[in-house]
């Protein structure tokens, strides 16, 4: 919106009329750089899902390379392998790392001179309809019910879009793949049994074995709401997999112990990470959900300049 | 470091009796892309290709212009019930990933083997794939039966001849592990 006063039409006027043209000036910049953000948004969530279902980012790329390198069962090492080549070939040749190109989750940051509005929700869907068709993406979004597909990978409350406000304008996608996402869970623990955290995360495991695609990425949220506790797991899963808390270490060791290993064919390698997101909850309530990511943890970020 | 991989190209026979299950393979020839659909279909009118040696893959492709652009493995586990008339006709192989039941491991007893696909690798997959044709066109892309004409595709025998099962073991053993933990907590 500032780069309207940029244009304020100087001269000899009067002063009503200098103010009424600037205010039309603004009104009408306001509206042309109003769509100038939303195409440029539309644009840069179909950038973003490209780069993401091609490339894994860095960080799970080094936590894949380590695992893979410390490895020592022979099964998992040949899985290692396969998984390794794949990504090095998705990105040479440019395609989908995998054929569930997973289902859109968006998070944008919005600063405080962009507007919530449904425009804002619009480019973000137009975005993922163009990306589908020009990478192309598995269209994978259907009606609950009937099971129709929408061809799109659109369709009511899909993409799913989370707004904060932030200092500048970016998007954030994350392709969830049915397999890990079918696998994941919610439990509302009494609150005296802090200790049984670690025990749900490792059984979510335990009933995921290979339908999973592992080694996952587990997001897991503890505190929050019913609702509020699943989204913290999700949100979790948008952190850097390369450094642990203590806490997260802790529940990660505790899975790769039970030893379903890469596609629950065995190996010292189940989870690559575990990552936790917290939020205040209610005095009698221990919300603690598990977001299941399989190995690729596609995410990526773009900024929206326009 | 591991052996290298043995090396099969269907139609298979008793080379793949002697395999076990952990041994890395790389499958060369025509397998038959099966779902859901697919075997039904095959159950209740016939199988359209000559089921002697032939090798089952579940899978649903993602198909362009008569290239395969992306075939990851599928979940094996929902062709359960749905495979023992092929292994009845002569099939030797299944391909697929997560393993499948107790009966299956059954009527591979002493006839022939799993083979698992790493999940998610659809590149790696594709690279080494070429379409060579299709049966039941009309299930639509993810359901048809694409002949494809594999080049050495990477596999691990999740399930062999003999009985052993490699998800199960591992299942067993995560099984054991968590309660060990469960009880150390209790």
């Not at chain 1, 962009?114 to 163009?130: D, K, W």
């Not at chain 1, 025990?199 to 339908?211: D, Q, S, Y």
């Not at chain 2, 025998?157 to 209790?186: C, P, S, T, W």
């Amino acid at each position: 919106m500032q780069r309207g006063f940029v244009f304020l039409p100087v001269g000899k006027t009067s002063g009503i009329q200098m103010i009424m043209s600037a205010l039309f000036s603004l009104l009408l910049m306001g509206a042309s750089g109003r769509s100038k953000i939303l195409s440029a948004l539309s644009v840069a969530t179909a950038d973003a899902l490209r780069e993401a279902v091609i490339r894994l980012p860095p960080d799970v790329k080094r936590a894949i390379e380590r695992a893979a390198a410390n490895e020592t069962n022979p099964v998992a090492q040949g899985e290692f392998a396969n998984i390794l080549k794949n990504i090095a070939l998705a990105e040479k040749i440019g395609v989908p790392l995998c054929q569930d190109t997973g289902v859109p989750v968006v998070y944008l940051t919005l600063p405080p001179d962009v507007p919530l509005t449904a425009g804002i929700y619009e480019a973000v869907a137009h975005g993922v309809r163009a990306a589908t068709q020009q990478i192309p993406l598995r269209p994978n979004v259907v009606d609950p019910l009937t099971r129709h597909n929408t061809g799109d990978n659109t369709g009511p409350g899909m993409p799913v879009v989370h707004v904060r406000p932030g200092k500048t304008c970016t998007v954030t996608v994350l392709p969830k793949g049915a397999g890990a996402e079918n696998v994941s869970r919610i439990a509302m623990l009494p609150p005296s049994h802090q200790y049984g955290i670690e025990g749900f995360v490792v059984e979510t495991m335990l009933h995921a074995g290979g339908k999973s695609c592992p080694p996952v990425v587990l997001g897991v949220g503890i505190g929050s709401t019913f609702d509020g506790v699943a989204a913290l797991a999700k949100e979790a899963l948008l952190l850097p997999v390369d450094k642990m808390t203590s806490f997260e270490q802790e529940i990660c060791d505790a899975v790769n112990r039970i030893g379903i290993g890469p596609m629950g064919l065995g190996g010292d390698t189940t989870a690559l990470a575990v990552k936790v997101r917290t939020a205040a909850c209610h005095t009698a309530s221990l919300p603690v959900a598990v977001n299941v990511q399989c190995w690729a943890d596609r995410r990526a970020t773009r900024e929206v300049v326009w | 470091m591991k052996r290298k991989p043995f090396q099969l190209t269907t139609p298979l026979g008793d080379e793949v009796l002697s395999l076990h299950a952990g041994d890395h393979v790389e499958l060369s020839g025509i397998v038959y892309t099966a779902r859901d659909q697919a075997h039904l279909r095959m159950k209740n009118e016939g199988i359209p290709f000559d089921p002697k040696g032939a090798v089952i893959f579940h899978c649903g492709p993602v198909v362009q212009k008569d290239r395969i652009i992306a075939a990851g493995p599928t979940t094996s586990a929902r062709m359960d019930t749905l495979s023992e008339f092929l292994l009845d006709a002569g099939v030797r192989a299944l391909v697929g990933k997560g393993g499948m039941g107790r009966g299956v491991r059954g009527h591979l007893k002493g006839r022939g083997i799993y083979l698992a696909l790493t999940g998610g690798c659809a590149a790696l997959a594709a690279s080494r794939m070429m379409l060579r044709g299709v049966f039941f066109k009309d299930l639509g892309m993810a359901e048809a039966i694409w002949v494809i004409e594999l080049d050495a595709l990477p596999l691990v025998v999740g399930i062999d001849a003999h009985g052993a099962d490699l998800y199960e073991a591992v299942k067993r053993k995560a099984m054991k592990k968590f309660r060990q933990i469960q009880n150390k907590k209790d």
